[in-house]
T-cell receptor, first 116, second 109 residues
Framework: GAVVSQHPSRVICKSGTSVKIECRSL??????MFWYRQFPKQSLMLMAT?????????EQGVEKDKFLINHASLTLSTLTVTSAHPEDSSFYIC????????????FGEGSRLTVL | LAKTTQPVSMDSYEGQEVNITCSHN???????ITWYQQFPSQGPRFIIQ???TKVTNEVASLFIPADRKSSTLSLPRVSLSDTAVYYC??????????FGSGTKLNVKP
């Protein structure tokens, strides 16, 4: 099956710093990738949709200047949390979809961000 | 955007069959129904997908009635390791994928 890898799995940073999370599709080309965040005991919340070579589409209420998404190639998308604050601490999960998908998403392992 | 409704939680015992139903009244013609399993601090994992009628794989069955306004995930003979949150998603290709609240399944010994 298709594999999506995220890195790092855990990251701790100081308030005010920026953190980059990578999402890679290892054995397929992902025309579309999605970024989610999940707070404890809650469901996944869609943050943004990124298509290779174009600007990401952000969901309402998600600050695009704070959560920078780059989808530079068909196998890599990155999420950068800029000037992180403690309230940005969360579990971030990426997912990828191939162009021929019938609606099946392949998810990464998730990245736990803790901002001190 | 197809909204989904699932029970918040379910309890079961090891060895029993578990059926989790999802309502999606405004499903579109090109939407597929996909179920995912999520363990704590992990990304969701694909379980099964279907469009209509019944689909079966090595871990589950998916029942979809003719009107497609609901679907039922059936897990045969659950074990403790099946304790997780189960989500149903409804979307077609190039759609956005919004998660509902999911169903927390607690399997007891």
């Amino acid at each position: 099956g298709a594999v999506v890898s995220q890195h790092p799995s855990r990251v701790i940073c100081k308030s005010g710093t920026s953190v980059k999370i990578e999402c890679r599709s290892l054995d397929f080309q992902a025309t579309t990738m999605f970024w989610y965040r999940q707070f404890p005991k809650q469901s996944l919340m869609l943050m943004a949709t990124s298509n290779e070579g174009s600007k990401a589409t952000y969901e309402q209420g998600v600050e695009k200047d704070k959560f920078l998404i780059n989808h530079a190639s068909l196998t890599l998308s990155t999420l950068t949390v800029t000037s992180a604050h403690p309230e940005d601490s969360s579990f971030y999960i990426c997912s990828a979809q191939t162009g021929t998908s019938t609606g099946e998403l392949f998810f990464g392992e998730g990245s736990r961000l803790t901002v001190l | 955007l197809a909204k989904t409704t699932q029970p918040v939680s379910m309890d079961s015992y090891e060895g029993q069959e578990v059926n989790i139903t999802c309502s999606h009244n405004n499903i579109a013609t090109n939407d597929y129904i996909t179920w995912y399993q999520q363990f704590p601090s992990q990304g969701p994992r694909f379980i099964i997908q279907g469009y209509k009628t019944k689909v079966t794989n090595e871990v589950a069955s998916l029942f979809i009635p003719a009107d497609r306004k609901s679907s039922t995930l059936s897990l045969p003979r659950v074990s403790l390791s099946d304790t997780a949150v189960y989500y149903c998603l409804v979307a077609g290709n190039f759609n956005k994928f919004y998660f509902g609240s999911g169903t927390k399944l607690n399997v007891k010994p």
